[in-house]
């Protein structure tokens, strides 16, 4: 199936009259394979029905060698409740670094309106072909969030003597930010860039909605995971810790929070076992 894309247009989609902002995750499962020696390297495109074509809005990352992705590149959309807003969800195995869509092989797409998702809070749906006809057994899930809490959180993150999970170098760390969802499971929030070839990381500062990481609840409990990135997508768990949005702003630029990253597998096998290393919140700031 062939894919050519639509410019956006230079306004923004939809009328005037915009109820909130709403913002969408994307998880597939039991994606097709289409690469012969590894597995596919998915993205998801989200097109937008506009005067009867459909219009790219966004893409998320390109996820490694993973047939059950979920994408850390969330989708903005602004809501309108008098409108119907017919979207495509279609996902792609990333074959090179092009642009165009027809460069790459077609996974599957799945189309409804935003008011079924929002009204859902959450659906799982069969990716589709362009026959029609199931992709195999490719799933996708959406999840929405009203973005009606406009504050912020900007959080500034760093590792200390993180394990070594190379063989011949040091570990290539990056943080994984989970929330717990309305069904009982842990969903990526966010994922900080990969810092390559140290045990003692410090990642680039970022900003994310506040309701985005724990739906405005300072006190939920978030769950923050640290990996060694590999590049054949088969990243090595380093350890984990859960805190709060509540706790992490106790750091201050002068007095830095620092977290015990703890292995479970480890600690239970091991007596004198402490830690698998510390992370370190610099400074966390909600405005």
Same mark, same amino acid.
């Given at each position: 199936?062939?894919?050519?894309?639509?410019?956006?247009?230079?306004?923004?989609?939809?009328?005037?009259?915009?109820v909130?902002?709403?913002?969408?995750?994307?998880?597939?499962?039991?994606?097709?394979d289409?690469?012969?020696? +590894?597995?596919?390297?998915?993205f998801?495109?989200?097109?937008?029905e506009?005067?009867?074509?459909?219009?790219?809005?966004?893409?998320?990352?390109?996820?490694?060698?993973?047939?059950?992705?979920?994408?850390?590149?969330k989708?903005?959309?602004?809501?309108?409740?008098?409108?119907?807003?017919?979207?495509?969800?279609?996902?792609?195995?990333?074959?090179?670094?092009?642009?165009?869509?027809?460069? @790459?092989?077609?996974?599957?797409?799945? +189309?409804?309106? $935003?008011?079924?998702?929002?009204?859902?809070?959450?659906?799982?749906?069969?990716?589709?072909?362009?026959?029609?006809?199931?992709?195999?057994?490719?799933?996708?899930?959406?999840?929405?969030?009203?973005l009606?809490?406009?504050?912020?959180?900007? #959080?500034?993150?760093?590792?200390?003597?993180?394990?070594?999970?190379?063989?011949?170098?040091?570990?290539?760390?990056?943080?994984?930010?989970?929330?717990?969802?309305?069904?009982?499971?842990?969903?990526?929030?966010?994922?900080?860039?990969?810092?390559?070839?140290?045990?003692?990381?410090?990642?680039?500062?970022?900003?994310?909605?506040?309701?985005? $990481?724990?739906?405005?609840?300072?006190?939920?409990?978030?769950?923050?995971?640290?990996?060694?990135?590999?590049?054949?997508?088969? @990243?090595?768990?380093?350890?984990?810790?859960?805190?709060?949005?509540?706790?992490?702003?106790?750091?201050?630029?002068a007095?830095?929070?620092? #977290?015990?990253?703890?292995?479970?597998?480890?600690?239970?096998?091991?007596?004198?076992?402490?830690?698998?290393?510390?992370?370190?919140?610099?400074s966390?700031?909600?405005?």
């Amino acid at each position: 199936m062939a894919y050519t894309v639509t410019p956006t247009p230079a306004g923004p989609v939809g009328s005037q009259y915009c109820v909130c902002k709403v913002e969408l995750s994307v998880c597939g499962q039991n994606l097709l394979d289409r690469d012969v020696t +590894s597995k596919s390297d998915p993205f998801c495109v989200l097109f937008m029905e506009v005067n009867g074509k459909w219009v790219e809005l966004d893409r998320t990352e390109t996820a490694v060698n993973n047939l059950n992705p979920a994408f850390a590149r969330k989708f903005i959309i602004d809501y309108h409740f008098e409108e119907v807003q017919k979207l495509k969800f279609a996902l792609f195995d990333q074959d090179k670094s092009s642009m165009q869509l027809y460069e @790459h092989d077609f996974l599957g797409e799945f +189309s409804c309106t $935003l008011g079924m998702i929002v009204s859902s809070k959450k659906i799982t749906r069969t990716l589709l072909l362009g026959n029609g006809k199931p992709a195999g057994k490719g799933m996708i899930t959406i999840a929405a969030q009203e973005l009606s809490d406009n504050r912020v959180i900007t #959080l500034s993150m760093a590792g200390r003597k993180l394990d070594k999970k190379d063989l011949f170098g040091k570990s290539d760390p990056f943080l994984e930010f989970h929330k717990p969802g309305d069904d009982g499971k842990w969903m990526l929030v966010h994922r900080t860039e990969v810092i390559k070839y140290t045990l003692d990381p410090i990642w680039k500062p970022f900003t994310v909605p506040l309701v985005s $990481l724990c739906d405005g609840d300072v006190e939920k409990l978030i769950k923050v995971m640290c990996y060694d990135y590999d590049s054949d997508g088969g @990243h090595d768990f380093i350890g984990e810790f859960q805190t709060s949005v509540a706790k992490m702003c106790e750091a201050q630029d002068a007095f830095p929070l620092e #977290l015990e990253c703890i292995n479970p597998k480890k600690q239970k096998k091991k007596k004198n076992y402490k830690n698998s290393g510390i992370i370190i919140v610099k400074s966390c700031k909600v405005s």
